[in-house]
């Protein structure tokens, strides 16, 4: 089945400056790769997502990269703002059941 | 469509007693995943429905938890009898397709057993 790993578990930031969260997973098989954002007391929601027939992502501030020879993919975060403080989850398919497991997640603090 | 509907919002239990936490998944969508979500454990998939069949058990804790879909819009997570341990927020997801595409969140169930 699939594992998937997060780091960092925490991270800061000054408002402006770029942050990167990243992840690994152990299935090869998988080939979809979303983030999604959860802000205090909501609902997980979709912000980016990768397919493995692409290296790299873009919208607006956002990205994601995909490395599938190294089994990892990473969010960047441009400019940072403080509403883009939250906690922020990787996720990639099981390709034998073909359910979602996330990462761990990281607590992204962005200070004004 | 008015996304994926969870009900209760809020469920306060005393030990013992038996909970049941409903979902209505997006219309149209043929898949729905339950999950559970802690501080120490993060976002723990308990079951995975396709079609309205059970693809994945394997993350539901054990016996005293139990899911049924009866139909394509209506999903059950029951736990009987429910512990302070199982105190946690239970999220459902509904997806068109399987775990290839996004996964639309329900607002949750804030579970809390005392």
């Known amino acids: 089945g699939e594992n998937v790993e997060q780091h960092p578990s925490t991270l800061s930031v000054q408002e402006g400056d770029s942050a990167v969260i990243k992840c690994t997973y152990s299935?090869?098989?998988?080939?979809?790769f979303p983030w999604y954002k959860q802000e205090l007391g909501k609902r997980p929601q979709l912000i980016i997502d990768?397919?493995?027939?692409?290296g790299e992502k873009k919208d607006q501030r956002i990205a994601v990269t995909l490395n599938k020879t190294a089994k990892h993919f990473s969010l960047h975060i441009t400019e940072t703002q403080p509403e883009d403080s939250a906690v922020y989850f990787c996720?990639?398919?099981?390709?034998?059941?073909?359910?979602?497991?996330f990462g761990a997640g990281t607590r992204l603090t962005v200070k004004p | 469509d008015a996304g994926v509907i969870q009900s209760p919002r809020h469920e306060v239990t005393e030990m013992g007693q038996e909970v049941t936490l409903r979902c209505k998944p997006i219309?149209?969508?043929?898949?729905l995943f339950w999950y559970r979500q802690t501080m120490m454990r993060g976002l723990e998939l308990l079951i995975y429905?396709?079609?309205?069949?059970?693809?994945?058990d394997s993350g539901m804790p054990e016996d005293r938890f139990s899911a049924k879909m009866p139909n394509a819009s209506f999903s059950t997570l029951k736990i009987q009898p429910s512990e302070p341990r199982d105190s946690a927020v239970y999220f459902c997801?509904?997806?068109?397709?399987?775990?290839?595409?996004?996964?639309?969140f329900g607002q949750g169930t804030r579970l809390t057993v005392v």
């Open positions: 996720a990639a398919p099981n390709s034998n059941n073909n359910d979602m497991r």
């Open positions: 429905f396709n079609n309205n069949v059970p693809i994945d």
């Open positions: 299935d090869s098989a998988s080939n979809y």
């Open positions: 997801a509904s997806s068109l397709g399987q775990a290839q595409t996004e996964a639309f």
């Open positions: 990768i397919r493995s027939n692409v």
């Open positions: 219309s149209g969508h043929n898949s």
